[in-house]
């Protein structure tokens, strides 16, 4: 039986099909869930400088969405859970967080980018199957 899963999710309604996959996964009742969001480092565009005035919506940071976000998928979640938000490449911050907790396998979705788009733009599913020290289930859109 697996003890630790991962679950990559975005902020996307994507998302619920990958926690639906869970429900799928016959696992032990005590196998904890990480649920991790990443979120993209900020570019030199999204830098924003401390001394400019902002609206209230321009001061709420992405890492509070993402955690209100994970909040309202955890309670679809029959298991143990817990949160890792944490900034920088998917991919790698994925297959980081898996070695950390010591995952058995990551669940991650799949756009579904082909041909020159997924050249592009990359694909963080693949990088994922090919670097993760685990199994990984990838749903597909």
Same mark, same amino acid.
């Given at each position: 039986?697996?003890?630790?899963?991962?679950?990559?999710?975005?902020?996307?309604?994507?998302?619920?099909?990958?926690?639906?996959?869970?429900?799928?996964?016959?696992?032990?009742?005590?196998?904890?869930?990480?649920?991790?969001?990443?979120?993209?480092?900020?570019?030199?565009?999204?830098? +924003? !400088?401390? /001394?400019? *005035?902002?609206? #209230?919506?321009?001061?709420?940071?992405? &890492?509070? =969405?993402?955690?209100?976000? $994970?909040?309202?998928?955890? +309670? !679809?979640? /029959?298991? *143990?859970?817990? #949160?890792?938000?944490?900034?920088?490449? &998917?991919? =790698?911050?994925?297959?980081? $967080?898996?070695?950390?907790?010591?995952?058995?396998?990551?669940?991650?979705?799949?756009?579904?980018?082909?041909?020159?788009?997924?050249?592009?733009?990359?694909?963080?599913?693949?990088?994922?199957?090919?670097?993760?020290?685990?199994?990984?289930?990838?749903?597909?859109?």
């Amino acid at each position: 039986m697996l003890k630790n899963v991962l679950v990559a999710v975005d902020s996307s309604e994507f998302a619920w099909r990958v926690i639906e996959a869970l429900s799928h996964l016959h696992l032990a009742p005590n196998c904890l869930v990480v649920l991790a969001h990443i979120v993209p480092p900020p570019t030199s565009e999204d830098f +924003v !400088e401390a /001394d400019v *005035p902002h609206t #209230q919506q321009e001061g709420v940071p992405m &890492a509070v =969405e993402a955690e209100s976000w $994970l909040d309202t998928l955890s +309670v !679809e979640i /029959d298991y *143990p859970t817990a #949160q890792e938000i944490v900034t920088g490449d &998917a991919a =790698e911050e994925i297959v980081r $967080l898996a070695g950390i907790h010591r995952c058995e396998l990551i669940l991650i979705g799949s756009r579904g980018l082909k041909g020159l788009t997924r050249i592009i733009q990359g694909s963080v599913s693949s990088q994922v199957v090919a670097d993760a020290p685990c199994s990984v289930y990838v749903v597909r859109s």
